[in-house]
């Protein structure tokens, strides 16, 4: 069974633009949810999909959004990058409520 | 605000030893709690996840407990392996069926051969 994955494994963007960031789950899962690792702040949730519905959202401005297609891949958009928007941008997926998270091998977005 | 802390921040032990590593959380209404591994520039792998009515779970070397009355987790480590180097992080969730998890800022555990 193929795990998450993430697309592109490396991103370099200046500051201004706005970038898009994609996560397949694990072939089933309808979950997806998003998380950002800085070295300062460490991880920080972004938000949840279930079947296409934003469930959950974390503490980020408005310039973070995402969404959730059919098939449960998902997709992130971060628009009007700043320079700490540079990080690893993480995704998971998971099968149940009780179940584990599983987590891609991230994006690394680089703002300059 | 839900808060998670992670001590210590950095072990390094020689290859054989056994271990622990500790983590804290404020929210006693926590759903579930999963400790993860990190290797260097990678995602994280899940190690052990225990539901809020349980105490312990256990996976090969690794034995994870659970105290919600005290706000505290514990990752043993048994017959550590130069393998076993990496970040450890755990991470509750207090948004139920709405995973929110909240993670610590992580061990990094160093085991040399």
């Known amino acids: 069974k193929a795990g998450v994955t993430q697309t592109p494994r490396y991103l370099i963007k200046t500051r201004g633009q706005q970038v898009t960031l994609s996560c397949s789950p694990i072939s089933g899962h309808r979950s997806v949810s998003w998380y950002q690792q800085t070295p300062g702040q460490g991880l920080q949730f972004l938000f949840e999909?279930?079947?296409?519905?934003?469930?959950n959202k974390g503490n980020f401005p408005g310039r973070f959004s995402g969404r959730q297609f059919s098939n449960s891949r998902s997709e992130m958009n971060v628009s009007t990058l700043e320079l700490g928007d540079s990080a690893l941008y993480l995704c998971?997926?998971?099968?149940?409520?009780?179940?584990?998270?599983?987590f891609g091998s991230g994006t690394q977005l680089s703002v300059l | 605000k839900q808060e998670v802390t992670q001590i210590p921040a950095a072990l390094s032990v020689p290859e054989g030893e056994n271990l622990v590593l500790n983590c804290s959380f404020t929210?006693?209404?926590?759903?579930?709690l999963q400790w993860f591994r990190q290797d260097p520039g990678k995602g994280l792998t899940s190690l052990l996840l225990i539901q809020s009515s349980q105490r312990e779970q256990t996976s090969g070397r690794l034995n994870a407990s659970l105290d919600k009355s005290s706000g505290r987790s514990t990752l043993y480590i048994a017959a550590s392996q130069p393998g076993d180097s990496a970040t450890y992080l755990c991470a509750e969730n207090s948004g139920g069926s709405n995973y929110k998890l909240t993670f610590g800022k992580g061990t990094l555990l160093t085991v040399n051969p």
């Open positions: 999909y279930f079947s296409e519905t934003q469930r």
């Open positions: 929210d006693s209404a926590i759903y579930n």
């Open positions: 998971a997926s998971r099968g149940g409520t009780n179940e584990k998270l599983f």
